[in-house]
């Protein structure tokens, strides 16, 4: 009699488990703040914006991702160091920060790789850049998405620069990114990194001659009311991944962990379409308003610019090898 009184106890207890848990799942609510850089007129703001609320809708309101654009809150390092301290946070950024915790997301996006946005949006399929994936989440960080391009990033000066010994002595804004810093650097400029915010009054008081950016930063941002060389330099390719702590994620019930990650991999490839059904349009729009593009001499930016790969800290040894080796295969079937 004991014996099953005790049997029906624990019965009991399991089932009002079950039924708190099962509760708790239907009552779910989780509230994400998105943080990135960019103005209310880039693609990349829209594009957080539809897959923030396109989640909330197949959530069922469940998971509420609030976006904060133009650097309102934590972003750049301090953004992916939100991240990594496992903050109910998503982080909108360069894949070179994510170089701060596994050093070959550096050459994922360094200088001089990429002709087109396809080769890489089919680079980061590759078993290469899987395992980099992999070991970010070993850090702490959920990569949600990195293929959030928004367009190959050229030197925009007010001077005719088609060789690196043009940029000496030019002033030339970037990001914080080291990858940035030592690439410009080492593409003959001398580089002073400023924050996007403070980016276009240092240009108009003089304490920078240009920057480097897209022609949807250039834009998006007015950035031709000021500056009007664009030295086709496409030193890199302008991408944001998309970060959140593994320690958040892993508490996210599956079924929204599934349309979060589906919503946010959908949305980089829509954007890379709209990024190239747009780039002719958006040129001819920057000519009209007293933009000139050159060519450069993209040999010897290749060769002022290839030791970064060699002399960045933290690389795997033989990066640079395999990712051409992946680059030749992307080619040969695009
Ligand atoms: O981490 C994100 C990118 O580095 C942002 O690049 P940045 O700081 O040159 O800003 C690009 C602009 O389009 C922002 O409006």
């Given at each position: 009699?004991k014996r099953?009184?005790?049997l029906?106890f ?10 708190a848990?099962?509760a708790?799942?239907?009552?779910y609510?989780?509230v994400?703040?998105l ?6 007129d ?9 897959v923030?609320e396109?989640i909330?809708k197949?959530?069922?309101?469940a998971i509420?991702i609030q976006?904060?654009?133009q650097?309102q809150?934590a972003?750049?390092?301090d953004g992916l160091?939100q991240?990594?301290?496992?903050a109910d946070?998503?982080s909108?950024e360069d894949?070179s920060y994510?170089g701060?915790?596994v ?9 001089m ?9 089919e ?11 992999k070991?970010a989440e070993?850090k702490?960080i959920?990569?949600l998405?990195?293929e959030?391009?928004?367009g ?5 000066t007010?001077?005719l ?19 940035f810093?030592?690439?410009?650097t ?5 580089v002073?990194p400023l924050?996007?915010a403070?980016t276009?009054?240092g240009v ?7 920057i480097?950016g897209?022609?949807f930063t250039n834009?998006g941002t ?6 009007k060389n664009?030295?086709r330099?496409?030193?890199f390719?302008?991408t944001?991944?998309?970060y959140?702590?593994t320690q ?5 019930p599956?079924?929204y962990?599934?349309i979060?990650a589906d919503?946010?991999a959908k949305?980089?490839?829509?954007m890379v379409e ?11 729009k920057?000519?009209s308003y007293?933009?000139k593009f050159?060519e450069v001499d993209?040999?010897a ?6 030791s970064?790969?060699d002399?960045?800290p933290?690389l795997?040894?033989g990066?640079y090898?395999?990712l051409?080796?992946?680059l ?5 079937r695009l």
């Amino acid at each position: 009699m004991k014996r099953r009184a005790v049997l029906g106890f624990i019965v009991m207890i399991c089932v009002l488990m079950g039924a708190a848990g099962m509760a708790s799942a239907s009552d779910y609510k989780l509230v994400l703040r998105l943080s990135h850089v960019f103005s209310p007129d880039e693609q990349l703001t829209k594009s957080m914006d539809w897959v923030a609320e396109r989640i909330l809708k197949r959530t069922n309101g469940a998971i509420e991702i609030q976006t904060f654009p133009q650097a309102q809150i934590a972003v750049y390092k301090d953004g992916l160091e939100q991240v990594v301290r496992g903050a109910d946070f998503i982080s909108v950024e360069d894949p070179s920060y994510v170089g701060d915790y596994v050093p070959d997301f550096i050459a994922l996006v360094g200088p001089m790789l990429y002709n087109s946005y396809d080769e890489y949006v089919e680079m980061i399929k590759t078993d290469l850049v899987q395992d980099m994936i992999k070991r970010a989440e070993e850090k702490g960080i959920k990569i949600l998405a990195l293929e959030y391009v928004f367009g190959f990033r050229n030197v925009i000066t007010n001077k005719l620069v088609e060789r690196p010994e043009d940029l000496k002595g030019v002033k030339i804004r970037t990001p914080g990114s080291q990858l940035f810093i030592q690439t410009l650097t080492a593409m003959g400029a001398t580089v002073t990194p400023l924050p996007w915010a403070e980016t276009l009054p240092g240009v108009q008081q003089g304490i920078v001659d240009g920057i480097e950016g897209s022609e949807f930063t250039n834009i998006g941002t007015k950035v031709y009311e000021l500056l009007k060389n664009v030295a086709r330099t496409q030193h890199f390719l302008g991408t944001c991944g998309v970060y959140i702590s593994t320690q958040v994620w892993d508490k996210i019930p599956e079924e929204y962990r599934e349309i979060i990650a589906d919503e946010f991999a959908k949305g980089a490839l829509e954007m890379v379409e709209i990024g190239k059904r747009d780039l002719g349009e958006v040129t001819e729009k920057l000519e009209s308003y007293g933009v000139k593009f050159n060519e450069v001499d993209k040999k010897a930016f290749v060769e002022a610019t290839k030791s970064i790969y060699d002399t960045f800290p933290g690389l795997t040894p033989g990066i640079y090898d395999r990712l051409q080796e992946e680059l030749a295969k992307i080619r040969e079937r695009l």
